[in-house]
């Protein structure tokens, strides 16, 4: 209904809200049960009395009683259900569900609404139901105020799923009928909404044709951004917070999440980069780094749930330099320096020219295939890091620096013989360099890991489960990945305190320490050009992706987006990485789209038997970011202990969690799952509707081929292999515009792009 143009919407909403019967958390389970009630509350209103009415006479009316006698098929005479059509299909509304009915003895129009207090299941396209509109008017009226004509009227009303989030948080019936009044009027409001904002010529998600002059307009795309997202800015800052929608809990939980999903990589990337480096960029430097760019990201950004990190190819690219640096004899912080000015120079002239607009050919399937490769690679860094600790102390003990020659009574030891008395004396006499440790030491690691995954994930997936409170299930499902991590940190430093575990190194060294350009020559700064592009190539893709797939509309974001100005910033946050021998950081995933999980309001619903949830609402906000980036500079001062107390393997099975709750909603995932399904138990999704099964198959092989030679490239053993990743990764996009069609039809490639919503 268009309640901008028919009068009759606003006369019937002013007419009813305020004398509506309320009913809320209604505990009936049955739908015969929920309508007895409703009546009868009906029949009990004062504002509403009906003397020559018999409801029990209505109940009868607003059932069609089909079939034969033996098999009695029970539906309802007249309904109103809202029904989505998107690129991928029609799908029913389930959790709303608006019975009309029309009674010859009634003296005016009656409007009942039921909130059940959990969603029932009744029958097909009904399997959700979490609201009961019920219209009763009688038979004889005039053709603008007949049942059907107010049933469409709060239909309307009922059709906007954040509309229904809201009506969930309500508590008394004046709290409802004040959300129904304000939805009133915002439906009565002739400006656009905020999603129409943000499609203007230099937005990548608009269905513009990308055009050559688009490149030329310097600054407009940034202009664009800003005009888009400045006055959305005071609001980042006080949704949730000022106002009735309070979501102080969830902002807590979701900063205690961040929290721990970015210091724990800061942890390990450092590490790791410390080995490579030796010493020149180290764990201290990269929580410094991460917290100076988090905080100046969550404050300036134009997308505040992207979370910027430095990442695993980032740390490969680090790698590749120092190699460089030892092969020709160059400075590393000057080189370093040189590579990252040259990138961030390219990163900013790509913000000022537009092009972000390059995302326009960046399609669906292009996305998940990179968005795969670094879960894959989270999952490879686990399986390194596990396989060294194996390989090197899983075996049988052993004397490290020397043979068993030179201490005979502990070689006999070591083999079995002799007292623990002796055994004792004759190891503790032994430095502790030259014993290698026994094989508890892999196991416990082994078990810490694959702990740490499975705490995690079980209390992320405990939401869906039938246990304790809907808030309490919530807060354990986004308090998940802290839980586990502190678990099984404590089981592994304190419980299991006599076997020495793995842990980072810290050094205390100068942070901030300006890089020596002087010693650099004019060559030395001109090659670094190449090797800067590159990496500005890398983070070009990374960012644009990773802030596409945050911004994806399945998650509903209202605000829009900032793909040139988020660009720039990026660029000039790495000038002060740069500069600082700070680590260099862009877009992370999966901890952007996990971010934007853990803010989400979800709504459930089951199709063909199978479950989806749909995201409701998402509560845009810079104060989890960057409350979070804030502690994460804080705990500098943690260093060596307690942060010491982590051991490495729970970094590890931090990357397994990440990894497994990124492919969540990865459409090639899916399909790949198909390859093991038979075929009466697949998903009722809309490219199993409409392409068929052969192509679907065909399609996800050709994804896995290009997934698989991302893999080789991108973790093949030679590092200067790895440089040329970033080329790879531009190369998806001619393939899948210009190869993939040649193969499959385009529109069944079309089809398997488009999002089920």
Request: charged share 15%.
């Amino acid at each position: 209904m268009n309640f901008e143009e028919e009068i009759r919407a606003h006369r019937d909403l002013d007419g009813f809200l305020g004398r509506a019967t309320i009913l809320l958390d209604e505990t009936a389970a049955s739908l015969d049960d929920v309508l007895k009630r409703m009546l009868h509350h009906v029949g009990q209103d004062s504002n509403s009395s009906e003397p020559s009415c018999n409801f029990e006479e209505v109940m009868s009316l607003l059932f069609t009683d089909a079939g034969a006698q033996e098999v009695n098929v029970h539906l309802l005479s007249e309904t109103i259900q809202g029904v989505t059509a998107t690129a991928t299909g029609i799908q029913y509304q389930q959790s709303w569900l608006c019975i009309l009915c029309n009674v010859k003895y009634l003296q005016r129009r009656h409007v009942c609404i039921s909130r059940l207090e959990r969603p029932q299941n009744w029958g097909e396209n009904c399997c959700e139901v979490r609201y009961v509109i019920l219209i009763l008017a009688p038979l004889k009226m005039k053709s603008t105020k007949t049942a059907m004509e107010l049933g469409r009227t709060f239909a309307t009303l009922f059709s906007d799923i954040s509309f229904r989030q809201k009506l969930l948080e309500t508590r008394t019936q004046v709290e409802f009928k004040e959300a129904l009044v304000l939805q009133m009027h915002q439906l009565r409001a002739t400006n656009q909404p905020p999603t129409v904002l943000g499609k203007e010529e230099t937005d990548p998600r608009s269905h513009k044709p990308l055009q050559c002059k688009d490149f030329l307009k310097a600054g407009r795309g940034i202009y664009e951004d800003f005009r888009r997202r400045l006055p959305f800015y005071p609001s980042d800052f006080t949704d949730g917070i000022v106002g009735s929608n309070k979501t102080l809990l969830k902002y807590m939980t979701t900063a205690i999440f961040l929290y721990i999903a970015i210091l724990l990589p800061a942890i390990a990337f450092g590490s790791l980069n410390d080995e490579s480096t030796r010493g020149e960029i180290d764990v201290r430097k990269t929580i410094i780094g991460q917290s100076i760019g988090g905080v100046i990201y969550s404050l300036f950004a134009g997308s505040p749930l992207v979370i910027p990190l430095t990442t695993a190819p980032l740390a490969i690219f680090i790698s590749v330099i120092r190699g460089i640096c030892d092969d020709y004899n160059l400075d590393f912080p000057a080189f370093y320096a040189c590579i990252g000015l040259w990138n961030c120079l390219f990163l900013i002239l790509a913000g000022i020219f537009n092009v972000s607009l390059l995302m326009k050919l960046f399609k669906r399937s292009t996305e998940e295939v990179i968005a795969l490769f670094i879960s894959i690679a989270f999952v490879v860094d686990a399986v390194k890091g596990t396989f060294k600790i194996f390989y090197r102390y899983y075996q049988a003990p052993t004397l490290a620096n020397s043979s068993m020659a030179a201490f005979p009574a502990a070689a006999d030891l070591l083999r079995g013989n002799g007292s623990e008395a002796a055994a004792s004396f004759a190891v503790g006499g032994l430095p502790g360099s030259v014993i290698q440790c026994t094989r508890e030491r892999p196991v416990l690691c082994l078990l810490l890991m694959l702990g740490t995954l499975w705490m995690g994930y079980t209390l992320y997936q405990f939401k869906r489960s039938p246990f304790l409170h809907a808030k309490v299930r919530e807060v354990l499902s986004d308090c998940a990945l802290p839980i586990s991590v502190l678990l099984f940190s404590f089981i592994g430093s304190y419980v299991f305190s006599d076997i020495e575990l793995p842990v980072f190194k810290v050094h205390n060294r100068p942070v901030f320490k300006v890089a020596p350009f002087e010693r650099l020559s004019a060559m030395n700064v001109v090659s670094a050009m190449g090797l800067g592009f590159l990496l500005a190539l890398l983070i070009f893709i990374d960012q644009n992706i990773v802030v596409s797939l945050t911004n994806a509309p399945e998650n509903r974001l209202l605000k829009g987006t900032a793909y040139h100005w988020d660009l720039m910033l990026s660029g000039l946050i790495n000038i002060l990485m740069s500069v600082m021998g700070l680590p260099w950081m862009h877009a992370a995933f999966p901890h952007s789209t996990l971010h934007v999980r853990q803010l989400a309001f979800v709504e459930q619903r089951v199709e063909g038997g199978h479950l989806y949830e749909t995201i409701v609402q998402v509560k845009e906000t810079r104060l989890t970011s960057l409350t979070a980036n804030i502690f994460i500079g804080v705990s500098v001062l943690l260093l060596p202990l307690p942060l010491q107390w982590i051991p490495k393997p729970v970094l590890y099975g931090l990357f397994l969690y990440i990894a497994l709750t990124s492919i969540d909603g990865n459409q090639m995932c899916d399909r790949m799952a198909l390859l093991l399904k038979e075929q009466t138990s697949y998903p009722p999704t809309h490219y199993i509707r409409k392409v068929p099964q052969r192509k679907i198959h065909f399609f996800t092989f050709l994804q896995m081929m290009q997934l698989l030679i991302l893999c080789t490239f991108g973790m093949y053993p030679i590092p200067y292999m790895k440089m040329i990743f970033p080329l790879l990764m531009v190369m998806l996009i001619p393939i899948r515009n210009n190869v993939l069609p040649h193969i499959i039809e385009a529109k069944y490639l079309d089809i398997m792009d488009a999002q089920h919503m």
